[in-house]
């Protein structure tokens, strides 16, 4: 999809305020699919980021149920979204608007982070943390697949 608005970025960011590991997990799968990103990132092309992104993206979908599972916000957490928001951002840029995309993803992503925990702690005193977690899951993992096909396009329309 070729576009100017940084929409995509901004949306890859809110799916990574919930999910850190999503966004690139989702932009791997695409990858494999044979589908491109209109922003310019080599790092997307090297199978190790690849496979590694799609097991990232696995355990922390696993992970998220355990009781020992910590804050989105702690500081690890909110470095993690930092850094896929921001890859995941600059990717879905338009060409040559990456800065731009990740900015707005990064931006996105932080603040989200807050709100998305907020309301899942809200979920998990009703319904407990598997079910909660596992309706987020469904939810955000179905947006970041949807960002991330309506913002790429396969190889050969390019």
């Known amino acids: 999809m070729k576009s100017t608005s ?10 990574a305020s919930a999910r850190s590991m999503t ?10 699919a044979g589908r491109n990103t209109s922003g310019n990132l080599l790092l997307l092309d090297r199978p190790l980021f690849k496979y590694g992104a799609l097991a990232m993206g696995a355990g922390e979908l696993y992970g998220d149920k355990m009781k020992s599972a910590p804050d989105r916000t702690v500081f690890l957490g909110l ?11 600059a990717a879905l840029a338009p060409e040559g608007r990456e800065k731009a995309g990740a900015a707005v993803a990064v931006a996105t992503a932080v603040p989200l982070a807050y709100a998305t925990l907020a309301a899942r702690k809200q979920a998990m005193a009703k319904i407990g943390q598997t079910r909660s977690g596992l309706i987020e899951d469904a939810l955000i993992v179905t947006a970041g697949i949807a960002v991330v ?5 396969a190889a050969r329309d390019y």
């Open 79 to 89: 470095l993690a979204r930092i850094a896929s928001a921001g890859i995941a951002g």
């Open 23 to 32: 966004p690139m997990a989702t932009l791997a799968a695409a990858r494999l």
């Open 149 to 153: 096909a309506l913002a790429t396009r």
């Open 6 to 15: 940084l929409l995509s970025s901004a949306l890859i960011g809110a799916v």
